[in-house]
């Protein structure tokens, strides 16, 4: 509200200063023009006629610059005894008479004379008139009473100010009537960010704009609707097959394991029902990553968040791995900075050691020939920061992409599953990206240049 506020008060002092700027500007030019036309040099005075003109023994004789001057003017002149009649004329008009009376004299003088404009200057010899030709000069008559003159320093600014007022005032109308427009399409454009439906008039003058708003509320809508019930359908068919899929699985579990346990059975046997139950098993463990990635994508996993000290969360994962699923060609090693001995987070305990426990398990899983596992816990500030780090083969370049979320141009729809775009490969990773995530954490994931890779999650403490 304040900022529309401000756009309406900057808006109003905009245009009445606009006015004010175009009423001096207006004024200003008036008067050069009308002083520039009074001071025009090839207008020649009446005066200077006059004084050019003496008296002779003949009569009257115009000095030769006073007749130039008259003829490259197109100008006429005459000079009138005091009985009215013509003694005197230089380029006289056919149409124009020889003699006048007294209101003759009276009406050219203020006025026209047959259509000419002319101007009357008293003479030693009589009335000298000096006429222009028809329609090039506007004579108009203007009387003032002094008394107006003499308030002219009130009058002057007094009309000032009330066209500074009428210009405020005018603004403001204006502006009210673009700050009622701009607010409802604030409202608008408030009201797509939650998600609303947006319908704005379209008249006036930002109607184009509205309407413009209204069709991408529209659009928006129709997305939004899209994606809820592909999203929705996706996680109900994940979720239908983690269902489904259980009851035949621990049926394949149950009697490979029965067969892999029956003496009966020759060995090769056996161990063949063996590999049936550990790849049963492995199937069991991806559809529920599956789930668990789904869940956490669209915000449907319970968090139990509570206070967490992170360093023997890390260490009761390594002690676990170490002891159910370490061979002796790999190697973990647990190194925490004094800084992060006695920190804590708000979490989720499980959910965390799921992260650190696909971190070290992807490093077992991609490196079967053997590597050194790394874990490392520091502070920074007020963040952990969580590294593992490996001397295997690396990520390979489309996982690694996939898992620090750059999309490849030329992977379609199909190559990838529900978690985000990320691949089947990447599925543990995604969810130690996606638990960081829930933790308001981020990951970076890298390969080393002398070989292995690093995973690192920076998550935030808080005070024990």
Known sequence: MKSMMKVLSRYVLSAAAVAVLLLVINATVLIVWLFTEKNDKNYYNISQTANQLTATNDGYELSQSGKTQLEQNQQWAMLLDQDGKVIWNFMLPADVPLTYSISDVAGFSRWYLK????????????????????????????????????????WVPFFLVMNCLTAIFLALIFGLRLFRSLKRLSNGVQDMTRKRPVSLPVNGVLGDLAMGINEAS????????????RDDARTTWIAGISHDIRTPLAVAMGYSSQLEEDERLLQEQRDLAGIVRRQCQRIKDLVSDLNLASKLEYDMQPLRKEKTPLAPLIRSVAVDIINDNLSDRHTLEVSIKDNAQNRCLLGDKQLLKRAVSNLILNSIKHNPEGCDITIELSMDGENFIL??????????????????????????????????????????????????????????????????????????????
Request: with cysteine; glycine share 12%; proline share 4%.
């Open 387 to 464: 590294s593992v780090t490996d001397n295997g083969t690396g990520f390979p370049e489309d996982v690694l992409q996939r898992v620090n979320g750059i999309k490849n141009k030329n992977e379609t729809e199909a190559d990838t599953d529900s978690t985000n775009g990320q691949s089947s490969h990447g599925l543990g990773l995604t969810i130690v990206r996606q638990i960081i995530k829930t933790h308001n954490g981020s990951t970076r994931f890298s390969n080393l240049a002398g070989g292995g890779c690093r995973a690192i999650c920076y998550l935030p403490s808080i005070t024990s």
């Open 218 to 229: 529209s659009q928006l809508i129709l997305q939004e609707a899209a994606l809820k019930k």
């Open 115 to 154: 259509d000419y404009p002319v101007s009357v200057w008293r003479h030693d010899g009589g009335l000298l008139v000096v006429g222009s030709p028809k329609n090039s000069m506007w004579k108009l008559g203007i009387m003032i009473p002094q008394k107006s003159m003499n308030n002219l320093g009130f």
